[in-house]
Nanobody
Framework: QVQLVESGGGLVQAGGSLRLSCAASGRSFSPYGMGWFRQAPGKGREFVARISWSGADVFYAESVKGRFTISRDAAKNTAYLQMNSLNAEDTGVYYC????????????WGQGTQVTVSS
């Protein structure tokens, strides 16, 4: 069984930064890649960024490109999301997900961490 645990969320002023972490555990954890999603109040879950476990394939949503950076530390089974220049539209619950497939099917999900940006 694979478990994903997010951390690093919190309250930050507009223009500030946060770094989210997603720690994975489980003997069967061998992902093709990982991704970050978010869900704002009253809205559906939206894609933020993804990375292949090799680090060679990285992709961002247009809304965060140039402000967010996704990375991973394979030795620690951990993915990160560095978020800079935050604005109120970035407020929401952030989820990490792991995919066993190169098609990023996102087979495992974390419980989420709250990010609140005050304007």
């Amino acid at each position: 069984q694979v478990q994903l645990v997010e951390s690093g969320g919190g309250l930050v002023q507009a223009g500030g930064s946060l770094r989210l972490s997603c720690a994975a555990s489980g003997r069967s954890f061998s992902p093709y890649g990982m991704g970050w999603f978010r869900q704002a109040p009253g809205k559906g879950r939206e894609f933020v960024a993804r990375i292949s476990w090799s680090g060679a394939d990285v992709f961002y949503a247009e809304s965060v490109k140039g402000r967010f950076t996704i990375s991973r530390d394979a030795a620690k089974n951990t993915a990160y999301l560095q978020m800079n220049s935050l604005n109120a539209e970035d407020t929401g619950v952030y989820y990490c997900a792991a995919s066993r497939s190169r098609y990023f099917t996102y087979d495992y999900w974390g419980q989420g961490t709250q990010v609140t940006v005050s304007s």
